[in-house]
């Protein structure tokens, strides 16, 4: 599976809107990109998911460029709850089955 | 979104016995269900990819016979931690999938071998 990078950790101030970069030079024509959040000692929660271009939901935006390197995923006027860890991944066919590998993820602190 | 459920949601368990963990898609028929594993302040690994009906495919490194996976019904998938050592002790996640959904995730089971 393709691999993903993106930043460790990120801080953010309440109120305010923070975008975390996802680069995977290596995407494949059939990968879907897919942002979860985990909060500690749960299962991960999908946010979003796209192919290419823009795609937003009731919670969050997800951008990717033509070239779909990179994605970038928009939470807007983020709150304390929102402080979690946030993982980009490639979401592949594989065998008839969609088979994802979760990276390091992205801890995303939100202070008051 | 829909919902997975899993059981027990903690289990404490003396060193060389045998420990299961039941997977339930709730409100969706689970094509595939996967095993992941996670340790403290580390990502989530995937162990195994289970079809309804048929073996489980484990990933490099999983021992089969050590982590067995029964995927009974396109609702139901269990995990079983044979011979439990401390080295076991983690936290296991279960997820769902559908053609043409994401993975929906169960919310864990904390597994704390003594």
């Known amino acids: 599976l393709a691999k993903t990078t993106q930043p460790i950790s990120m801080d953010s101030y309440e109120g305010q809107e923070v975008n975390i970069t996802c680069s995977h030079n290596n995407i494949a024509t059939n990968d879907y990109i897919t942002w979860y959040q985990q909060f500690p000692s749960q299962g991960p929660r999908f946010i979003i998911q796209?192919?290419?271009t823009k795609v937003t939901n009731e919670v969050a935006s997800l951008f990717i460029p033509a070239d779909r390197k990179s994605s970038t995923l928009s939470l807007p006027r983020v709150s304390l709850s929102d402080t979690a860890v946030y993982y980009c991944?490639?979401?592949?066919?594989?065998?008839?089955?969609?088979?994802?590998?979760f990276g390091i993820g992205t801890k995303l602190q939100v202070i008051p | 979104g829909a919902v997975v459920s899993q059981h027990p949601s903690r289990v404490i368990c003396k060193s060389g016995t045998s420990v299961k963990i039941e997977c339930r898609s709730l409100d969706f028929q689970a094509t595939t269900m996967f095993w992941y594993r996670q340790f403290p302040k580390q990502s989530l690994m995937l162990m195994a990819t289970?079809?309804?009906?048929?073996?489980?495919?484990?990933e490099q490194g999983v021992e089969k016979d050590k982590f067995l996976i029964n995927h009974a019904s396109l609702t139901l998938s269990t995990l079983t931690v044979t011979s439990a050592h401390p080295e076991d002790s983690s936290f296991y996640i279960c997820?769902?999938?559908?053609?043409?959904?994401?993975?929906?995730f169960g919310p864990g089971t904390r597994l704390t071998v003594t």
């Open positions: 997820s769902g999938w559908d053609r043409g959904s994401e993975q929906y």
């Open positions: 991944l490639l979401a592949e066919d594989s065998g008839g089955y969609q088979k994802v590998t």
């Open positions: 796209g192919y290419k």
């Open positions: 289970s079809n309804e009906g048929s073996k489980a495919t484990y």
